[in-house]
């Protein structure tokens, strides 16, 4: 299996220039490639099929001609048809492409070879490009979109932004993927993830070593990320040495989202978690919880009386706190102690009440307190309007906008979707990949700042406990299936939990 890495298109480059430096042709590692599309190809399409192989100009072409030179000799039905004449290949690709005895096809005759073929491989365009398609390419890929016939990318979809997971124009819808080495962000991210279908990832012989060179920053979220600093209960462990977590509740009116985190950081292995409960809303919140405790408090000095005990190491505020510049207050006086904060819903809403769209002096004071005390774990927990309000950044692809948000807050950012990203101050950022769509339900985010909540107070690292809490939650998801509510997530955590360990 591939490590968590992943690549950006000029780190992939940059792989194989040290893989070449290393001691391994490029011409081997072309050929390992297109190996691996042959094979991948051969899984696709019972033996003696018909295969249209669609060459681009660049190495991408190239793996298509040796791929093509593969399935012929395997006893397929192959055509080859480029988008350029053989004579305006360069370098590896030239050198391949000489190989091949049989008709190469001009971009002409598309329609008649998508027609004939029963699979179609696209090696147009690698993960590097940038611009849109048009003209002639452009047209190819709308043709092999509109045959509804299977079809197998090497590298990326062309069109796809490896880096970014963005099409900047008209895109190959592939059945499957096959990648080298390590994936790119555009394999995990929306829509790349989609448009790639399954990704395969294939060893072309690239030494492992080579990524201490490159340094990737960038991970597909996962156990591999993480496990090893997950806080399994250990034999002389009690609930005093698991941490205690505080949870603020909202008003009378909205008690629920509060519960649901504490249920939430509770199932994740909190060894106590308290709800901090207004006065007015005691009575709501003491009919509902057991196991849960519950301190009454009244305003920011109340808070603070709550975290006067050291003992208290995390809080969550935000779940159903209410919008406005009492919860605004109340966020301050967290960020006023040592505890770790988790920062979710109206808590970050409030604190962007009254600012300035120019100078954000709200938020900007918000960040200021986080930057205070850089030993004191922060997470904030935005969906995109949370994000949109707090960060005022819309433009550019998520990867990109989650790090800018970390970088400029000093917290740890999880930017919540259907491809979550989880991005750390120190450039660090992770991709989720295993949400289910039915985590779409009310609540859920609850339950999600809960699980980071409960990971923080057993003192697991911000940045992991974040992108393991993410995970955690897609695994509850999928066992919930249709008709998740968010009140099934914490108790699918002990099935989930217990598997992982």
């Known amino acids: 299996m591939p490590g968590p890495e992943l690549l950006t298109t000029d780190e992939m480059s940059r792989a194989d220039k040290l893989a070449v430096e290393a001691g391994v042709p490029s011409l081997t590692l072309m050929e390992n490639a297109s190996r691996a599309v042959a094979a991948e190809a051969m899984k696709m399409a019972p033996a003696g099929a018909r295969i249209v192989v669609f060459c681009g100009p660049g190495n991408n072409g190239g793996d298509g001609f040796v791929a093509a030179r593969l399935l012929t000799e395997a006893g397929y039905a192959v055509r080859l048809v480029a988008l350029a004449g053989i ?85 190959v819808r592939a059945t499957r993927t096959v990648t080298f080495f390590r994936r790119k962000p555009g394999h995990v991210l929306l829509p790349g993830r989609d448009l790639c279908g399954r990704t395969i990832v294939a060893d072309i012989s690239i030494p492992p070593t080579v990524l201490e060179t490159v340094a990737p920053r960038t991970y597909a979220n996962g156990p591999a990320l993480w496990l090893g600093l997950f806080p399994f209960p250990g034999t002389e462990g009690h609930k005093y040495t698991r941490g ?7 008003p009378a009116n909205r008690t629920g989202a509060a519960r649901l985190g504490a249920r939430g950081a509770l199932r994740a292995g909190a060894g106590l978690v308290t709800i901090a409960s207004p006065t007015g809303a005691v009575a709501d919140n003491a009919a509902h919880l057991t196991a849960i405790m519950l301190e009454p408090f009244d305003g920011p000095r109340g808070l603070a009386q709550v975290l006067s005990d050291p003992r208290r190491n995390v809080l969550l505020i935000g779940p159903g706190a209410g919008v ?49 005390n850089p030993q004191r774990p922060v997470v904030l927990t935005p969906h995109e309007g949370e994000f949109k309000r707090i960060f005022g950044d819309t433009t550019g692809n998520r990867l990109d906008r989650a790090r800018n948000a970390a970088a400029k807050s000093g917290a740890i950012v999880i930017l919540k979707g259907p491809d979550t990203v989880i991005a750390a101050p120190d450039g660090r950022a992770a991709i989720n990949e295993n949400a289910p769509p039915w985590l779409a339900t ?60």
């Open 87 to 171: 004579d305006r290949l360069t370098g590896d690709a030239a050198a391949v492409a000489s190989r091949w005895s049989n008709p190469v096809e001009p971009p002409s005759q598309v329609p008649a070879a998508i027609t004939w073929a029963d699979l179609v491989i696209d090696a147009l365009f690698g993960a590097g490009l940038t611009r849109g398609l048009d003209g002639a390419s452009a047209e190819m890929v709308a043709s092999i979109n509109a045959s509804r016939k299977p079809v197998l990318a090497v590298d990326v979809p062309s069109g796809l932004d490896g880096s970014t997971g963005q099409p900047p124009g008209p895109v």
């Open 244 to 250: 205690h977590a505080i949870v603020v509740s909202g």
């Open 324 to 372: 406005g510049i009492a919860t605004r207050l109340l966020t301050q006086v967290a960020l006023d102690h040592d505890c770790a904060c988790v920062l979710d819903a109206d808590a970050l809403t409030s604190a962007t009440l009254d600012q300035d769209d120019d100078e954000m002096p709200v938020v900007s004071h918000l960040f200021a307190q986080i930057k205070e």
């Open 442 to 501: 009310a609540g859920s985010g609850d339950v999600l700042a809960g699980i980071v909540t409960g990971l923080l107070a057993q003192r697991m690292p911000a940045f992991e406990a974040a992108c393991a809490a993410v995970w955690l939650q897609g695994e509850c998801g999928t066992i919930g299936g249709t008709g998740l509510i968010a009140e099934d997530l914490p108790e699918a955590l002990p099935k989930v939990l217990a598997a992982l360990l």
